[in-house]
């Protein structure tokens, strides 16, 4: 991404809780350098964003599957929770119970409520409530592409859609 004052200042990294925060993955920055590429170590270790309607699972709507960290590999988030929310980044009503932690971000001027993997502390993105969608939850997890992988394959069975 070209280096814009402006657009930095977007899509560049917030503060976080994340290092004061002790999860059950625990890697060097070197350890994950080696495992992920350098734009999902940005995201994911540095709590960058990607730019809008450029990720890979923005418009990416299969009726199964699971999307798991990009960093650790722990399901996140059931094909049936994703919906079109026309962000510029996949949203999601609801998360696998437990994979997703939530944290105050108070970065760029505004409070906005962090979500990252339960398991490894990546930086997935932002929940925001309220908005209208009509969805079971009225939350829209709007997460990063980079920070996710998607598998047709569903390992996660509960009871919720």
């Known amino acids: 991404m070209p280096t814009l004052p402006f657009l930095g200042s977007l899509f560049g990294t917030s503060s976080s809780s994340q290092k004061a925060m002790s999860y059950p993955t625990q890697k060097s920055d070197e350890e994950w350098r080696a495992v992920l590429s350098k734009e999902q170590f940005r995201v994911l270790r540095r709590q960058g964003t990607e730019a809008p309607y450029t990720g890979e699972y923005d418009q990416h709507m299969p009726s199964s599957g699971v999307y798991s960290c990009a960093g650790c590999g722990t399901a996140l988030y059931k094909a049936?929770?994703?919906?079109k929310s026309g962000c510029g980044w996949p949203a999601f009503f609801d998360a696998v119970p437990g994979a997703v932690t939530r944290h105050t971000d108070s970065a760029l001027g505004m409070v906005r409520t962090e979500?990252?993997?339960?398991?490894?502390?990546?930086?997935?993105?932002?929940?925001?409530?309220?908005?209208?969608?009509?969805?079971?939850?009225?939350?829209?997890?709007?997460?990063?592409?980079?920070?996710?992988?998607?598998?047709?394959?569903?390992?996660?069975?509960?009871d919720r859609a």
């Open 80 to 83: 049936t929770h994703k919906f």
């Open 115 to 158: 979500i990252v993997c339960s398991s490894c502390g990546g930086h997935l993105g932002h929940v925001f409530k309220g908005e209208g969608y009509a969805t079971p939850t009225d939350e829209r997890h709007c997460v990063n592409s980079v920070s996710i992988k998607f598998a047709s394959d569903d390992p996660v069975h509960d």
